[in-house]
């Protein structure tokens, strides 16, 4: 099966640097996701990792290795909005699947 | 910004009553999915749709559960005799393409009584 694991939980400061890290028990997949998840609502697409390396969209970076099956979501100069859980997700496969896999998210608290 | 459109935002419903989730994807959008997250856990795959069949279930979407797309926008859930532990909220997505990140839908909060 697909094992993603996350912290359950952190806690960063305003205006601070946090790094979220993720590591998956799956092969064979297209590509590494991050979304955001606010209480109550929906998920929403952060970044995308295909290849391994860094990509870097504003305030929010996503790395991944494959061959550490290992992923980090950096998250900059930390905005009390950015208080929401964060959702690793790996998928589709690359064998013709077509489900993502989430993991059960980390939740992020920002303080002032 | 385009965006999915789930109705209705809550339903309750008795245990052993139908139910139909409704969802209207962005129009380009060629693939379609629906997921489940019952409070307090993960978000959990239950079926993906293409070319106007089913491309992938999950062991969650049994024999109770049927999809379908009945004309060029909507694309329905239905859940034929719903159960206590099907109260989840239930999030429609849809992408461009199979690799692309997913655009959700608001949910719908379905509560079993």
């Known amino acids: 099966g697909q094992n993603i694991d996350q912290p359950t939980e952190m806690t960063a400061t305003e205006g601070a640097i946090v790094q979220i890290n993720c590591t998956y028990q799956t092969s064979g997949f297209n590509g590494l996701f991050w979304y955001q998840q606010h209480a109550g609502e929906a998920p929403t697409f952060l970044s995308y990792n295909v290849l391994d390396g860094l990509e870097e969209k504003g305030r929010f970076s996503s790395f991944l290795s494959r061959s550490k099956g290992y992923s980090y979501l950096l998250l900059k100069e930390l905005q009390m909005k950015d208080s929401a859980s964060y959702l690793c997700a790996v998928g589709p496969s690359n064998t013709g699947g077509f489900k993502t896999i989430f993991g059960a998210g980390t939740r992020l608290f920002v303080k002032a | 910004e385009p965006e999915v459109t789930q109705t209705p935002s809550h339903q309750v419903t008795q245990m052993g009553q139908e139910v139909i989730l409704r969802c209207v994807p962005i129009s380009n959008h060629l693939y379609f999915y629906w997921y489940r997250q019952i409070l307090g856990q993960k978000v959990e795959f239950l079926v993906s749709?293409?070319?106007?069949?089913?491309?992938?279930k999950s062991e969650i979407f049994d024999d109770q559960f049927s999809v379908e797309r009945p004309d060029g926008s909507n694309f329905t859930l239905k859940i034929r005799s719903t159960k206590l532990e099907d109260s989840a909220m239930y999030f429609c997505?849809?992408?461009?393409?199979?690799?692309?990140?997913?655009?959700f839908g608001s949910g719908t909060r379905l509560t079993v009584v």
């Open positions: 997505a849809s992408s461009a393409s199979r690799q692309y990140g997913y655009t």
């Open positions: 749709f293409y070319n106007n069949e089913i491309s992938e």
